[in-house]
């Protein structure tokens, strides 16, 4: 038996059908740029998620460096994020002119540590990009209450938590705005890259989107040099296909991931979640001390897994420059030899749910033989 670690031919034999009526229909009516289909999309995602405002963008760090640039991010500025992410946050950061200034994961949940945000602070520091990573919410009490002590803007990166809620409210309204891939793996992927931004400010919302296309509202009236950064057509269309399938995926990760908890906490390190948040498991990261050896044993019984991620962004090569040594994110540090992304998606069922479990449990009781 062979279990991916993400299974996106088999997500498209179920939804065939919704996604082929998609797909010609902006072709039949030539919608490949803005149109229909991405207003569309756009409407429907912002109501999802309980937004005034969707900007579709052409993917997840796109969306990052427009909303930076709308909130007026620029040279010689220092904007937060977590050690523990994916490189678009540091990129986005970059792109402005301003600094990224890293700040180490708690070593329960994986996001930010909010007791280590305040020290690192200083007269240059303009804004915070939470990171809800795995698909489970920052700790969004402390990073909100922090932002406002210090004049601090926020930008989610929502990214691997489409769905998520802290607290009742879903993650894509904490922050002036919040940041969406739908790069094909994650839990609302498209066929290609896309991306979105959310916000419930009508003067962001313009100015962003604005950028995103030349710097124009209207064809040929430049107001700015902005770029290209569009969310096409078809990729809207296919997007608000599966946008209806959203939740039941979101709630077969949530199945799944509660299965993986009862069946393997005795034996690895489960997820911690947060008390009063809805965690959507983009993925579910368990930490144990021989990870590759374990790895390995999967592989040879056709079990995919991953590791996210194996180097923290200030220890990897496009930021040496800053000579970080391992003290300064010891969680970040440890964890990176430890965690171990299983699999889980929409659209795996029982038996591969069952037989990874089993696999883990063979493997461990083979050792303690
Ligand atoms: C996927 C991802 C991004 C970037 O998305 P792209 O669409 O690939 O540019 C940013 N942040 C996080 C946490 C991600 O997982």
């Given at each position: 038996m062979n279990v991916?670690?993400?299974?996106?031919?088999?997500?498209?034999?179920?939804?065939?059908?919704?996604?082929?009526?998609?797909?010609?229909?902006?072709?039949?009516?030539?919608?490949?740029?803005?149109?229909?289909?991405?207003?569309?999309?756009?409407?429907?995602?912002?109501?999802?998620?309980?937004?005034?405002?969707?900007?579709?963008v052409s993917n997840g760090t796109m969306a990052l460096y427009l909303s930076l640039?709308?909130?007026?991010?620029?040279?010689?500025?220092?904007?937060?994020?977590?050690?523990?992410?994916?490189?678009?946050?540091?990129?986005?950061?970059?792109?402005?002119?301003?600094?990224?200034?890293?700040?180490?994961?708690?070593?329960?949940?994986?996001?930010?540590?909010?007791?280590?945000?305040?020290?690192?602070?200083?007269?240059?520091?303009?804004?915070?990009?939470?990171?809800?990573?795995?698909?489970?919410?920052?700790?969004?009490?402390?990073?909100c209450e922090l932002a406002k002590k210090y004049n601090l803007k926020i930008v989610g990166d929502a990214c691997q938590a489409p769905g998520a809620v802290y607290k009742d409210r879903n993650v894509g309204s904490l922050g002036d705005t919040v940041c969406y891939s739908f790069f094909p793996g994650k839990n609302l992927g498209a066929y290609g890259d896309g991306g979105a931004v959310l916000t419930n400010s009508d003067e962001l919302a313009d100015k962003i989107r604005m950028t995103a296309n030349h710097g124009r509202r209207e064809k040929y009236n430049n107001e700015f040099e902005g770029l290209n950064s569009r969310l096409d057509g078809l990729q809207a269309a296919i997007l608000n296909a599966k946008l209806k399938y959203l939740d039941k995926w979101n709630d077969r990760r949530i199945a799944i991931a509660n299965h993986y908890d009862k069946e393997l906490k005795d034996i690895v390190i489960t997820p911690k979640v947060l008390k009063r948040v809805k965690h959507i498991y983009h993925l579910y990261v368990v930490k144990i001390e021989n990870r590759l050896d374990l790895q390995k044993y999967l592989k040879n019984k056709g079990i995919s897994t991953g590791i996210h991620y194996p180097i923290p962004l200030p220890y990897s090569n496009a930021y040496s420059f800053y000579k970080y040594v391992k003290e300064d994110f010891p969680n970040a540090y440890k964890d990176k030899d430890k965690i171990l992304s299983l699999p889980i998606h929409g659209s795996m069922d029982d038996n591969e749910v069952e037989y990874v479990v089993t696999n883990i449990r063979n493997y461990y009781n083979r050792k303690n033989i």
């Open positions: 991916a670690f993400v299974d996106l031919k088999k997500q498209y034999k179920e939804i065939k059908k919704d996604i082929e009526e998609a797909i010609s229909n902006v072709i039949l009516d030539a919608a490949f740029i803005n149109g229909k289909y991405v207003k569309d999309f756009e409407n429907s995602f912002s109501k999802k998620m309980g937004t005034k405002h969707c900007i579709g640039r709308a909130l007026g991010i620029k040279n010689n500025d220092e904007v937060i994020t977590a050690a523990n992410t994916f490189i678009a946050d540091g990129e986005a950061i970059s792109l402005t002119g301003a600094t990224p200034v890293f700040v180490d994961n708690d070593p329960d949940t994986f996001c930010l540590d909010t007791n280590k945000i305040e020290k690192v602070i200083n007269e240059n520091t303009k804004a915070i990009i939470p990171v809800h990573l795995y698909g489970q919410p920052a700790n969004m009490d402390n990073i």
